[in-house]
T-cell receptor, first 117, second 114 residues
Framework: EAGVTQFPSHSVIEKGQTVTLRCDPI?????LYWYRRVMGKEIKFLLH????????ESGMPNNRFLAERTGGTYSTLKVQPAELEDSGVYFC???????????????FGPGTRLTVL | GENVEQHPSTLSVQEGDSAVIKCTYS??????FPWYKQELGKRPQLIID?????GEKKDQRIAVTLNKTAKHFSLHITETQPEDSAVYFC?????????????FGQGTTLQVKP
């Protein structure tokens, strides 16, 4: 079974530019989460999808961040325009939905390292 | 708000010694406590987890204890090996009746010296 994949692995952009990160969850996982780790600090929650619906976006820092999951499969996270403080590693994680086996375990992708210059 | 404090931030031990990492959480409704290991340049990997109806869980050299009253949980690694060197994250979450988002601690960099 393929794990969670993320693209790109690295992105270097200039302040003011736009970047789109992609996450492909494990097949069949309806829960999809985005997290971010900034400068060696803790991994922080950004938002949670169940299928295509946003369940919790309380961690989104501001309206420069837009996440989508059209069709309930892969998800994208767009940052527009990017600021210096957006630099960090963006992780995606997925888990199964209640009633279909273990729901607690979140499987993480390798992350996208974003550097804003 | 929800918060998880993790200590120590760095830990250096000799191979064969034990390592203990401690976490304290603020949300008394948390009922799921996973531990992730992240090796350099790799993804966080779940190594062990515990639910609020259990006080202790063990898997070979790794064990986790939970004290719900004190809102405190710990990771114990015995007979450490150089390959245990990594960053370890604790987390707390409300699962089943809530979103299940993980609230992470700050991470502990464990170095096991051969």
């Amino acid at each position: 079974e393929a794990g969670v994949t993320q693209f790109p692995s690295h992105s270097v952009i200039e302040k003011g530019q736009t970047v789109t990160l992609r996450c492909d969850p494990i097949s069949g996982h309806d829960n999809l989460y985005w997290y971010r780790r900034v400068m060696g600090k803790e991994i922080k929650f950004l938002l949670h999808f169940v299928k295509e619906s946003k369940q919790d976006e309380s961690g989104m820092p501001n309206n420069r961040f837009l996440a989508e999951r059209t069709g309930g499969t892969y998800s994208t996270l767009k940052v527009q325009p990017a600021e210096l403080e957006d630099s960090g590693v963006y992780f995606c994680a997925s888990s199964q939905v209640l009633g279909q086996g273990p729901t607690d375990t979140q499987y993480f992708g390798p992350g996208t390292r974003l550097t804003v210059l | 708000g929800e918060n998880v404090e993790q200590h120590p931030s760095t830990l250096s031990v000799q191979e064969g010694d034990s390592a203990v990492i401690k976490c304290t959480y603020s949300d008394s409704a948390s009922n799921y406590f996973p531990w992730y290991k992240q090796e350099l340049g790799k993804r966080p990997q779940l190594i062990i987890d515990i639910r609020s109806n259990v006080g202790e869980k063990k898997d070979q050299r790794i064990a986790v204890t939970l004290n719900k009253t004190a809102k405190h949980f710990s990771l114990h690694i015995t007979e450490t090996q150089p390959e245990d060197s990594a960053v370890y994250f604790c987390a707390a979450a409300r699962v089943r009746s809530n979103t299940g988002k993980l609230i992470f601690g700050q991470g502990t960099t464990l170095q096991v010296k051969p």
